[in-house]
């Protein structure tokens, strides 16, 4: 079982002090959530859990820890995070031991809410069913109809540069890569593209939680902090809200793996993913580029190559 | 005094209020998201969500704010006040935490020694509606926090949802400027009969399990605990807890300006973010998490009932909602009560 293979690891890790904490996740004090775990206690890695609630990318809190050896509990978009953090040279990759977990995909707790009415009050899977308890209701759904988009098109589930896995390789699919939300925005004329992300970021509060929660946002200095120069104002104007969307965005380019986090952790529910899944896109059809697969190739935008292409140069 | 509202007058009542006054309500932005907003018409207020994300601490000390516009006449900087809307306000369809809290920045920016008057002009010219939570959530703990789920303070008007219709109390002199709407019915003895039975429901659901009491005292002691130590590192620092607090009441003034003319603006700030007590000089007082989280529960539970004699939170429980990680406050809170400090070493939520 996953969950138990985690705790062995941890406690073996922890006991040959091969590492000084490990960060996994632990019982969460919602129904459909987890909560990060720092874990110092050989004792206590009973205390680690996994289900398909454990959506957080983990790999956030690596340059918080970067003078101690971290056991990092990672799916397959938390480890990309981790590489690319470490190509970036946030983290020494030998100071990093990822105990990587083929993931399952993880449930989008927004959805779950949204399919049933009142408040959910307990939630517990249990082969692929979710059995949720309600004040005044109980219902059964399939797990499998309340995935995050982010991850129901992802094809890395499994962390294959982890140092241990704690299971079986899983099936990568869908194969197709064509994310059915980008297909779907592209289609739309530019009129009507600019009304949705209008829409979205006019939502924004800038409580700055898609940045904070995303592991390659660590800029000592964020664009948006910056008063020398100033770069944009701290208000709620719409040009402004759009303007720190679309560099957060484009900031991404070549970095992202893709883990859906900036969207999770926004209080407002808007749509960020789909920006930058499509910058994801544009990097690997450009660059045969996937953040975090190749421990040595470093980010496109970071490099360049006789070969790149250059048809922007006119 | 007490009156009835029939669910069918409902929108027609509304639109009366908006007729005469700018309303505030919630109002739906996405599924599952909503604000107080200023309405225009009765179909888009929204009641569906138990409380809106951002609080209606909104309404009187908005997110961001214009204070003054400048303008360069000559070689001179000429000042231009604000105006503020000239019609009253009402608030309506708030719970009594949002209208607790308000209460509660009201003692930091109406005080005795220094007056807000952005806050106190909205706060006067608004008469508030409040609605009784007939249903209060999981992450309820307001009856811990000093409140309850129909606590009228604060009120001019309450309403409480009895299925069929409102019942309506007229609390305050600005409350009793509504006794001849003509849509307010006579109540009948059988409403005040389901009312007590909602607020029973309700009271039982939310009940007093979270260690309030007393807690400023065992923060007192805990300045330098090992505690603070642990208790941040799951915290990413985003403002979501501080911005969508009904209490929290920072806010930093920046100056936007062209070339020729310019506005001064304040914006909510956060505690939890490294640049708020970023100083000029490059140091911070306060440089990791440890302090930020440590200042955020501090200021909640210990500063601020030290000198307002109130802790300066309602347990609406948005911060346990929204936080990105499950950062919970009410562990918090437990993890310093006196039996839990003597356990722990080392490993705390």
């Known amino acids: 079982m996953i969950q138990q293979k985690i705790r062995e690891i941890a406690r073996e890790l922890l006991t040959k002090k091969e590492v000084d904490l490990i960060i996994g996740f632990g019982e969460g004090t919602l129904p459909l959530r987890t909560t990060p775990r720092f874990m110092r206690n050989a004792e206590k890695t009973d205390r680690l859990i996994w289900n398909s609630f454990c959506e957080n990318n983990l790999a956030v809190y690596l340059p918080k820890f970067s003078r101690f050896k971290v056991g990092l509990v990672v799916k397959g978009c938390d480890a990309r995070s981790a590489v690319a953090l470490s190509l970036e040279k946030r983290f020494k990759a030998d100071q990093l031991f990822l105990i990587g977990v083929p993931c399952q995909r993880m449930v989008d707790r927004r959805k779950v809410k949204r399919a049933v009415r009142g408040e959910i009050l307990q939630a517990r899977e249990e082969e692929g069913i979710l059995y949720i308890k309600g004040d005044g209701f109980e219902t059964k759904l399939n797990r499998e109809d309340f995935l995050y988009s982010s991850c129901q098109v992802c094809i890395h589930r499994t962390p294959l540069q982890a140092n241990v896995l704690v299971d079986d390789p899983v099936e990568e699919y869908p194969l197709t890569e064509i994310h059915p939300e980008i297909s779907a925005f592209e289609k739309r004329s530019s009129e009507e593209r600019w009304r949705f992300f209008e829409k979205e970021t006019s939502r924004c509060i800038r409580c700055y939680a898609c940045r904070e929660a995303c592991p390659m946002c660590y800029c000592a200095e964020c664009f948006v902090d910056s008063s020398r120069p100033k770069w944009i104002e701290k208000g709620l104007n719409s040009s402004d809200l759009q303007f720190y969307h679309v560099v957060r965005a484009y900031h991404q380019t070549g970095r992202c793996s893709g883990c859906g986090a900036c969207e999770r952790a926004c209080p407002m529910e808007i749509r960020l993913t789909y920006l930058t899944q499509k910058l994801n896109q544009e990097v690997k059809e450009r660059f045969g580029f996937e953040t975090g697969i190749d421990r040595d190739a470093p980010p496109p935008l970071a490099t360049f190559e006789a070969e790149d292409k250059q048809e922007f140069i006119k | ?349």
């Open chain 2, 1 to 349: 005094m007490k009156f009835k509202l029939e669910k069918n007058d409902f929108p027609s009542f509304l639109q009366s209020l908006i007729d005469r006054y700018d309303l505030y309500a919630p109002v739906k932005l996405a599924e599952g998201v909503s604000i107080y907003k200023k309405i225009d018409h009765p179909d888009e207020v929204d009641l569906s969500i138990l409380n809106p994300q951002k609080p209606a601490k909104d309404i009187f000390f908005p997110q961001s704010e214009t204070m003054f516009r400048y303008e360069k006449v000559g070689k001179q900087n000429q000042m231009i006040s604000m105006e503020e809307g000239k019609r009253d306000r009402i608030l309506f369809g708030a719970r009594a935490c949002d209208i607790e809290a308000i209460s509660i920045i009201e003692k930091v920016f109406v005080g005795e020694e220094y007056t807000d008057v952005y806050f106190l002009e909205k706060r006067n010219k608004t008469t508030i509606i409040g609605l009784g939570c007939n249903h209060p959530l999981s992450t309820c703990f307001c009856s811990s926090a000093g409140g309850d789920p129909f606590l009228r303070a604060g009120s001019d008007l309450f309403f409480i949802d009895l299925g069929e219709a409102y019942l309506v109390e007229l609390l305050t002199e600005k409350g009793m400027a509504f006794h001849k709407n003509k849509f307010f019915r006579e109540t009948d003895p059988k409403d005040l009969t389901l009312v007590k039975e909602l607020e029973e429901k309700a009271f039982e659901k939310v009940g007093f399990s979270i260690p309030v009491d007393g807690i400023e005292k065992r923060l007192d002691l805990m300045v330098e605990n090992p505690f603070w130590d642990k208790i941040h590192e799951k915290c990413i620092g985003c403002s979501v807890c501080t911005f969508l607090c009904p209490t929290c009441h920072c806010f930093d003034i920046v100056d936007e300006t062209s070339k020729e003319r310019g506005k001064r603006v304040r914006n909510w700030d956060s505690c939890l973010s490294a640049l708020y007590s970023q100083e000029t000089s490059g140091h911070n007082p306060r440089p990791s998490g440890r302090e930020r989280m440590r200042q955020r529960l501090m200021h909640k539970f210990y500063y601020f009932p030290k000198n307002f004699h109130r802790i300066a939170c309602v347990g609406c429980g948005r911060c346990i909602l929204y936080c990105p990680v499950n950062f919970d406050i009410r562990q918090a809170i437990d993890l310093t009560s006196p039996k839990r400090i003597k356990k722990m070493k080392g490993e705390v939520i």
